[in-house]
């Protein structure tokens, strides 16, 4: 509670928190806040593709079947049983048929007659992209906002698992010290002297292309920062007075890590976690840049720099530059809010 107060009192910390807390928001109401709330955004118009921000036009909704059922839930997304066909104008209705303007292409219409039974819904509805089409013709706006959960996601699972494993090896060698520490710093020294983006492709070749794979592989590729962390902060703490009492009254060793040093080593320990889940968010972001990461048509922020980046250089940049900017605001809150951390504990960490 201290802490959050401090952190509360400082203008950089609570820029973050907004951020952090606005992106959590959106990422666990993906489905309901987005536009385009079908599964993974990926209602593809290919007439509308690569439109601009604030394009609207309207469109029929045009059955696929008999079924008409709407699948799906506000988390997983819904799979809806009509097609999408964006037209200019009604030119008339008779009591079997409408008969409407079908929009084809910029100054490029034709007529379409569509029998009255087809339709969902008897009237057209407005669609509106709000940041512009992709080269699919899918809703830019509802992938940034369902994207928000691959980079959620990436980071918590990926400092989870950091911390276990890195928290478990450095305590345990920086308390016992001889052998152990010897086989963990010479672990260390090797996971260490590979480079991290290598070793994510190494892991990601070896579990494969997909969704949790990923944060399996970032998870374990960072733990090595944190495991030579927590090993110095135990050592600096393991021959003070209080440990040495514990040790006296007979407490077990794991009840003396876990009570006794581990709490008391805990603000470097979260100062190095805000700067892992940064890191995590910029290193999956890569991972699906290069096709090895998040597979479509999952929206992942990196995915949609692949698949938009040639048009930054056309008069269409937003496409690109909306999940960059994205990534950046993340990245930026992460990092504003482990500096901040760092002042509340006034610690200084290396890594």
């Not at 118009?45 to 029929?60: C, D, H, R, T, Y």
């Amino acid at each position: 509670m201290a802490t959050l107060k401090a952190l509360l009192r400082q203008p950089r910390s609570l820029v973050a928190l907004l951020i952090i807390v606005v992106t959590l928001i959106t990422a666990v109401g993906a489905y309901t806040i987005a536009p385009d709330n079908s599964t993974h955004a990926n209602t593809i118009v290919p007439e509308l593709a690569n439109k601009p921000a604030g394009f609207s036009i309207q469109v029929l909704l045009i059955k696929k079947g008999s079924n008409l059922t709407v699948n799906g839930n506000w988390w997983q997304g819904y799979q809806y049983p009509y097609t999408l066909q964006p037209i200019e104008k009604i030119i008339r209705t008779t009591p079997t048929n409408i008969i409407v303007q079908r929009y084809v292409d910029d100054g490029v219409t034709d007529t379409l007659t569509v029998p009255l039974v087809q339709l969902y819904k008897p009237l057209p509805q407005q669609l509106l992209f709000r940041l512009g089409s992709d080269k699919f013709g899918r809703d830019v706006l509802s992938r940034l906002i369902i994207g928000t959960r691959v980079s959620i996601s990436v980071g918590c699972i990926a400092v989870v698992i950091s911390l276990l494993l890195g928290v478990c090896l450095g305590s345990i060698a920086g308390y016992f010290g001889g052998n152990i520490d010897t086989v963990v710093q010479w672990l260390v020294n090797v996971m260490w002297s590979i480079p991290t983006l290598l070793l994510v492709f190494a892991l990601t070749l070896l579990l494969g292309k997909g969704f949790w794979q990923v944060f399996v592989a970032v998870g374990l590729t960072m733990w090595v920062g944190v495991a030579r962390l927590v090993r110095g902060q135990v050592l600096a703490v393991k021959n003070l007075t209080y440990i040495e009492a514990a040790k006296i009254l007979g407490l077990p060793h794991y009840i003396i890590i876990l009570k006794h040093i581990l709490p008391n080593i805990a603000g470097p320990i979260l100062v190095l976690a805000a700067s892992n889940f940064a890191s995590a968010i910029v290193i999956e972001a890569g991972l699906s840049f290069l096709g090895i990461g998040v597979q479509p048509p999952q929206p992942s922020w990196g995915l949609m720099m692949k698949e938009n980046y040639n048009f930054i250089i056309t008069n269409k940049p937003l496409l690109a530059l909306a999940p960059g900017i994205a990534i950046m605001l993340l990245v930026l809150a992460f990092n504003l809010l482990g500096n901040a951390l760092r002042d509340v504990f006034d610690v200084s960490t290396n890594h």
